[in-house]
């Protein structure tokens, strides 16, 4: 069975960029979650959703985040206009519910110049 | 008080050795727990829940202790594979229901 697949692996790109983080869950799944994780700051919930719906957004940095589940198997994280500050490891996870055993994807590597 | 807490490490030990981790959560009403696994640069991955019971997997062992509120792990017969990041998972009983992610405790074994 496929995993959570995210893409791109790796993002460079100059500051005021817009990018777009793609994650699609395992089949079935019906909780997606978006992480961030750094040296300094760990592995950080930037929002959560069931069932398509978002839950918990309250992670989230500022207003230049926003996240979508278009579908019950598909989702993107969009930070415009990127910072370089908001360079780190994206990470996608899905489950069976909130509080289930999650499945991460291989992450993204996001580095803004 | 961190949901979570957890010694962060590192934790060196020599190949065969036995080791233990502990994990603190603030939340008396959670109901799920978990030791994740994560290597350098690569994704946290399930290595066992935790059940009330206590549970064990090969040479891991995970323990529960809802009165002090904290659950363990115990790595008996250290491997140089086992050397990475062990994250502490609980969920959260609050607004909403979902999983906490502890900062992780750093294991290198030595050979």
């Known amino acids: 069975d496929a995993g959570v697949i995210q893409s791109p692996r790796h993002e460079v790109t100059e500051m005021g960029q817009e990018v777009t983080l793609r994650c699609k869950l395992i089949?079935?799944?019906?909780?997606l979650f978006w992480y961030r994780q750094t040296m300094m700051r760990g592995l950080e919930l930037l929002i959560y959703?069931?069932?398509?719906?978002?839950?918990?957004d309250s992670g989230m940095p500022e207003d230049r985040f926003s996240a979508k589940m278009p579908n019950a198997s598909f989702s993107t994280l969009k930070i415009q206009p990127s910072e370089p500050r908001d360079s780190a490891v994206y990470f996608c996870?899905?489950?069976?519910?909130?509080?289930?055993?999650?499945?991460f994807g291989d992450g993204t590597r996001l580095s803004i110049l | 008080r961190k949901e979570v807490e957890q010694d962060p490490g590192p934790f060196n030990v020599p190949e065969g050795a036995t080791v233990a981790f502990n994990c603190t959560y603030s939340n008396s009403a959670s109901q799920s727990f978990f030791w994740y696994r994560q290597d350098c640069r690569k994704e946290p991955k399930l290595l066992m829940s935790v059940y009330s019971s206590g549970n064990e997997d090969g040479r891991f062992t995970a323990q529960l202790n809802r009165a002090s509120q904290y659950i363990s792990l115990l790595i008996r017969d250290s491997k140089l594979s086992d050397s990475a990041t062990y994250l502490c998972v609980v969920n959260s009983r609050g607004a909403t229901n979902k999983l906490i992610f502890g900062t992780g405790t750093l294991l290198a074994v030595q050979p």
């Open positions: 089949s079935g799944h019906n909780s």
């Open positions: 996870a899905s489950s069976f519910g909130s509080d289930q055993p999650q499945h």
């Open positions: 959703f069931n069932n398509n719906v978002p839950i918990d």
